[in-house]
């Protein structure tokens, strides 16, 4: 078999990327920002879709461009399937699908979550089977199992909030400008992370709670604010700094014990949260501590990409694992 040259197409949220990949090699990885959505403080899906689509033909035209790839030289088409944006998710697919077809080359669904999983296969070091991968972003909170490329058993997960809603909702709170986030770990680097205590969630097995640290710090400045009305902006580094440390520190608890219980000692980490400055260091800390080979994704593999999409695409091309054209976006998809 020639090496497969793919296109794949992401457009989850609020990023439109192409990619294009030749035999698991990454050729372009091309990303447009949509920063309509700064003004309102979050992403909001109508313009998000509206968005995708001005910006999908350009950024498949680069990607291809500065792959030098010509699209007689496809030998499939990707896309993002779910979980994600339903009209965002309409935009990528129905490019894809009347792509492929126009093209008479196969189509490959991907699995949003899977493919931030196998972006660690885009550059080395690259992990060896089985590993544990802590997939965080702002929809999810996963502790998965990986035991191949397309073999991933999710292991423990939140029960309700997402750490990067917990990491936005705690910004907003704060004042902090959007993308919160970021923002929040920005100024944490600047304070304390002893300064003030937060409940760390205790939930059963290897799964996640995060209701119960939004509600702690909604009311901890509530009765702060009452005594001093310049609480906040007296103590902003140290909140931040505070928070992260309780959030970082739930997530690693349960990955301590997943890896002790079940003997591995490969650990990722993978999604949005993964480009937390806060996180990538305590997971380096911990991984002298208990032994552990960690693998971290380059920033732009870490939010939302094509490549990732490709890679997994990739995989799934050598399978024969393609979709039909009455495939449809799922919003909600699992693994």
Same mark, same amino acid.
């Given at each position: 078999?020639?090496?497969?040259?793919?296109?794949?197409?992401?457009?989850?949220?609020?990023?439109?990327?192409?990619?294009?990949?030749?035999?698991?090699?990454?050729?372009?990885?091309?990303?447009?920002?949509?920063?309509?959505?700064?003004?309102?403080?979050?992403?909001?899906?109508?313009?998000?879709?509206?968005?995708?689509?001005?910006?999908?033909?350009?950024?498949?035209?680069?990607?291809?461009?500065?792959?030098?790839?010509?699209? *007689?030289?496809?030998?499939?088409?990707?896309?993002?399937?779910?979980?994600?944006?339903?009209?965002?998710?309409?935009?990528?697919?129905?490019?894809?699908? *009347?792509?492929?077809?126009?093209?008479?080359?196969?189509?490959?669904?991907?699995?949003?979550?899977?493919?931030?999983?196998?972006?660690?296969?885009?550059?080395?070091?690259?992990?060896?089977?089985?590993?544990?991968?802590?997939?965080?972003?702002?929809?999810?909170?996963?502790?998965?199992?990986?035991?191949?490329?397309?073999?991933?058993?999710?292991?423990?997960?939140?029960?309700?909030?997402?750490?990067?809603?917990?990491?936005?909702?705690?910004?907003?709170?704060?004042?902090?400008?959007?993308?919160?986030?970021?923002?929040?770990?920005?100024?944490?680097?600047?304070?304390?992370?002893?300064?003030?205590?937060?409940?760390?969630?205790?939930?059963?097995?290897?799964?996640?709670?995060?209701?119960?640290?939004?509600?702690?710090?909604?009311?901890?400045?509530?009765?702060?604010?009452?005594?001093?009305?310049?609480?906040?902006?007296?103590?902003?580094?140290?909140?931040?700094?505070?928070?992260?440390?309780?959030?970082?520190?739930?997530?690693?608890?349960?990955?301590?014990?997943?890896?002790?219980?079940?003997?591995?000692?490969?650990?990722?980490?993978?999604?949005?949260?993964?480009?937390?400055?806060?996180?990538?260091?305590?997971?380096?800390?911990?991984?002298?501590?208990?032994?552990?080979?960690?693998?971290?994704?380059?920033?732009?593999?870490?939010?939302?990409?094509?490549?990732?999409?490709?890679?997994?695409?990739?995989?799934?091309?050598?399978?024969?694992?393609?979709?039909?054209?009455?495939?449809?976006?799922?919003?909600?998809?699992?693994?």
């Amino acid at each position: 078999m020639t090496e497969p040259t793919i296109l794949a197409i992401e457009s989850s949220c609020d990023e439109t990327s192409a990619a294009v990949i030749r035999g698991g090699r990454v050729l372009s990885n091309i990303i447009a920002t949509q920063a309509v959505h700064e003004q309102y403080g979050g992403v909001v899906p109508e313009l998000a879709s509206r968005a995708h689509q001005q910006n999908i033909i350009p950024v498949v035209t680069q990607a291809l461009l500065t792959a030098n790839v010509d699209k *007689s030289e496809l030998n499939a088409v990707a896309f993002t399937r779910g979980p994600g944006l339903l009209g965002a998710l309409l935009v990528g697919c129905s490019f894809a699908k *009347s792509f492929a077809l126009g093209l008479g080359i196969p189509l490959i669904e991907v699995n949003h979550m899977q493919a931030h999983i196998l972006a660690h296969f885009i550059d080395d070091p690259k992990p060896s089977f089985p590993f544990l991968c802590l997939t965080v972003s702002g929809g999810h909170t996963q502790i998965v199992r990986v035991n191949n490329y397309l073999d991933m058993q999710i292991i423990g997960q939140t029960t309700d909030d997402a750490v990067g809603e917990a990491f936005d909702k705690t910004a907003k709170m704060l004042g902090l400008p959007y993308p919160g986030g970021p923002m929040l770990d920005k100024t944490a680097a600047k304070g304390n992370p002893d300064a003030f205590e937060f409940p760390v969630g205790n939930m059963p097995e290897y799964n996640y709670s995060f209701s119960g640290i939004k509600t702690s710090v909604l009311y901890f400045l509530r009765d702060k604010v009452k005594e001093n009305p310049d609480f906040v902006q007296e103590n902003l580094a140290d909140i931040c700094a505070s928070v992260q440390k309780t959030l970082i520190k739930t997530l690693l608890k349960k990955l301590v014990k997943a890896s002790k219980d079940l003997g591995i000692k490969e650990v990722a980490i993978a999604g949005g949260v993964s480009a937390n400055s806060g996180l990538r260091q305590a997971l380096q800390d911990y991984a002298k501590k208990h032994n552990w080979n960690v693998y971290i994704p380059a920033f732009q593999y870490c939010t939302d990409n094509a490549a990732m999409i490709a890679m997994s695409a990739h995989f799934q091309y050598l399978k024969g694992d393609f979709a039909t054209q009455y495939i449809s976006p799922e919003p909600r998809l699992k693994f």
